[in-house]
């Protein structure tokens, strides 16, 4: 492939799908399989859901620091581009510590830097495709492509290997990450003089954002158990490392397809009723693992219903973020969501997921109350007009 003469050349869409291919192939090393990993190490339940919690609180104020670079400096490519080589370095560390405070250590810093990515490559792609939700979303699914990928060959490789390998894979695949992301070209951006002296503070503070942030907070909570503790369920239940793997990327299969869609169904329903529509089903999801996930066939449905816990969420809260705060604020709006959905939410979740889960012995309830979470998340965008949405 040549490299990219323009921001918006089709070589330049395709490293960015690369880009998300290797950014949340990621994800389906760790996020699945961290609790293997850990668990391998001789972690209790409460120490793996400690662990999450706390390097999840990196999350709350890495990404804002790492955005008011982005948006003082103007140069979010080169915010990315040091987030993806510091990234790579801190979790390499892994290889050398052991112990729960020092892997916590590494992890969060990791975490820390970890956090400077998304809302570059987010914001980068919707300028490149200008804000068009249906480009955004052609070139997103290669992020759920990778996801898929890296799940699969992740659950192989610990049935082959051992509960290490998640930490292999992964170094491989954030230095992949890294050498990509130097390849990108980012498209110029003209600051808007009129809006020079403007602060956030007004975007911020009205009752359509905190609802949306309270929405996003409850539900990253929820996903808690799900987060840490899915992989270990499933081996708890017998299904093997490549079946954990292959149920994981039905999951994302279904958000892959329904990705193609997002742009007519957004443009139809509205982001207000994708949210709720897509938070109820995820409620539906997590009261299917409680009750039924010894169910084979209840389970690939529930695994099918990512298509709207993430896919069908994120590709509105995207939306939504991109044209609420505009090109002048967009790095700071995208961080304020993750800070505050992914790691406030995501922390607490993982926290109590851990407190819950009693090695195993609690899945049930553990995901219950994930599901009631997922109510009061989709509650509280009923009252918010779709309109301011």
């Known amino acids: 492939?040549?490299?990219?003469?323009?921001?918006?050349?089709?070589?330049?869409?395709?490293?960015?799908?690369?880009?998300?291919?290797?950014?949340?192939?990621?994800?389906?090393?760790?996020?699945?399989?961290?609790?293997?990993?850990?668990?391998?190490?001789?972690?209790?339940?409460?120490?793996?859901?400690?662990?999450?919690?706390?390097?999840?609180?990196?999350?709350?104020?890495?990404?804002?620091?790492?955005?008011?670079?982005?948006?003082?400096?103007?140069?979010?490519?080169?915010?990315?581009?040091?987030?993806?080589?510091?990234?790579?370095?801190?979790?390499?560390?892994?290889?050398?510590?052991?112990?729960f405070w020092a892997l916590t250590f590494s992890l969060a810093l990791m975490m820390m830097f970890w956090t400077a990515i998304l809302p570059q490559i987010e914001g980068l792609t919707l300028n490149c495709v200008y804000g068009h939700a249906s480009r955004y979303g052609r070139i997103r699914l290669w992020g759920s492509i990778g996801y898929i990928l890296l799940t699969i060959f992740t659950g192989k490789m610990i049935d082959v290997f051992s509960s290490e390998?998640?930490?292999?894979?992964?170094?491989?695949?954030?230095?992949?990450?890294?050498?990509?992301?130097?390849?990108?070209?980012?498209?110029?951006?003209?600051?808007?003089?009129?809006?020079?002296?403007?602060?956030?503070?007004?975007?911020?503070?009205?009752?359509?954002?905190?609802?949306?942030?309270?929405?996003?907070?409850?539900?990253?909570?929820?996903?808690?158990?799900?987060?840490?503790?899915?992989?270990?369920?499933?081996?708890?239940?017998?299904?093997?490392?490549?079946?954990?793997?292959?149920?994981?990327?039905?999951?994302?299969?279904?958000?892959?397809?329904?990705?193609?869609?997002?742009?007519?169904?957004?443009?139809?329903?509205?982001v207000k009723w994708i949210l709720v529509i897509s938070i109820l089903l995820t409620a539906l999801r997590w009261y299917l693992l409680a009750v039924v996930a010894n169910n084979p066939a209840i389970l690939v449905f529930s695994q099918m219903l990512h298509a709207f816990s993430f896919g069908m969420t994120h590709a509105a809260s995207m939306q939504f973020i991109h044209h609420y705060f505009g090109n002048r604020f967009q790095s700071q709006g995208q961080a304020i969501y993750l800070s505050v959905g992914f790691g406030i939410g995501g922390a607490v979740g993982g926290y109590g997921a851990g407190y819950f889960w009693q090695q195993g012995h609690g899945a049930e309830q553990t995901f219950t109350l994930a599901a009631i979470t997922a109510v009061f998340s989709a509650i509280s965008l009923l009252f918010v007009s779709s309109k301011r949405m």
Request: charged share 10%.
């Open 165 to 270: 390998a998640p930490i292999y894979v992964g170094a491989l695949v954030l230095f992949s990450l890294f050498v990509t992301t130097l390849l990108l070209k980012a498209p110029k951006v003209e600051k808007n003089s009129s809006q020079a002296s403007v602060s956030i503070w007004h975007k911020i503070n009205t009752p359509v954002f905190y609802a949306f942030l309270l929405s996003v907070a409850l539900l990253q909570l929820s996903f808690g158990a799900y987060y840490g503790f899915f992989a270990l369920y499933l081996l708890d239940l017998d299904y093997s490392g490549q079946a954990t793997g292959w149920l994981i990327a039905i999951g994302v299969l279904a958000e892959v397809i329904i990705f193609l869609q997002a742009g007519k169904l957004i443009k139809y329903f509205g």
């Open 1 to 99: 492939m040549p490299l990219p003469k323009s921001a918006f050349s089709n070589s330049n869409l395709i490293l960015l799908a690369i880009t998300y291919l290797f950014y949340f192939g990621q994800f389906g090393v760790l996020m699945p399989y961290l609790g293997v990993f850990l668990d391998g190490r001789g972690f209790s339940s409460t120490e793996i859901g400690e662990l999450f919690a706390l390097i999840t609180v990196a999350r709350i104020a890495g990404p804002n620091l790492w955005a008011i670079l982005a948006d003082k400096s103007g140069r979010a490519l080169r915010v990315l581009q040091l987030g993806a080589l510091l990234t790579f370095a801190t979790f390499s560390l892994v290889f050398y510590v052991d112990g």
